[in-house]
Each structure stands twice: as C-alpha cells, then as structure tokens.
C-alpha cells in the first residue's frame, strides 16, 4: 500500500496480520500502530521511503508483504513492489502480495505491467 491509502485501510491490513498468524508467521512487524514497524529504505535522491507493510518469518526464512489495493498512485505502488521483489531475491527471502475481493483485477494488472506475474497473490 502506499502512504496515502494506509490511514484508510488499517482494518484490511489488520485483517492480513491476523491471517498470517494463523498460518504459523512468527515475529511479525507491521507498519501501523501497536506493532513493531519493518526497516525503510530510501531511494537515492528522493525524499520518499519505502517501507513494506509487513514483514514476518516463518520457517527460518524472512518474508515481505504488501497489500495491495486499488490505488491514486499505481506508479509509486509498482515502483515499490519492484524494490521489494528485488530486495528479497537478492537476500534469499520472499516476497508476496495480499489483496482481497474486488482488488483482483488491478493486481494482476499492475503484476503484468512489471514482469512479475509469476506471482500469486495471497487472497484474503
């Protein structure tokens, strides 16, 4: 999710915290209040950061979430899956997105538009 789409969504992304848990994630770090926030990242020359919504470990292994929803700034929003994808491939970690009923469509769009629709996105 983008910055501007969190404060409107944090029901969702609690909703993705909860079923993560349920799926044996350990050490969760969530970008919202009552949770540990995940490491940003910031890109050189711009003042923006890039923060994944969660990050968990299951198994010894890292993994990287993003939730995805229709967005205002779809540009911002590939940008950042882009990052996160290459982040973990570099660090053998994992990355997935979650989205939910009538979010479909735009992902698997903007998974096209990137090269990434090798990835199937976690239906909640």
């Known amino acids: ?13 609690e909703k993705s915290i909860h079923h993560l848990e349920a ?10 209040e009552g949770y540990e926030k995940p490491k940003s990242y ?10 994944p919504d969660i990050v968990a470990i299951k198994n010894g292994r890292k993994y990287f979430f ?9 540009r911002l929003l590939k940008t950042k899956w882009l990052f996160l994808d290459t982040l ?13 009923r009538g979010h479909y469509k735009f992902t698997d769009t903007m998974l096209e538009d990137i090269n990434l629709s090798n990835k199937q996105p976690i239906k909640i």
């Open 1 to 13: 999710m983008v910055k501007l789409d969190k404060s409107d969504n944090t029901e969702f992304l």
């Open 23 to 32: 799926t044996g994630f350990e050490n969760i770090k969530a970008d919202m």
């Open 42 to 51: 910031s890109r050189k020359g711009a003042e923006e950061k890039i923060t």
């Open 66 to 74: 993003d939730i995805s929803l229709k967005s205002e700034k779809p």
């Open 88 to 100: 973990s491939r570099m660090n053998s970690n994992r990355f997935r997105i979650i989205t939910t």
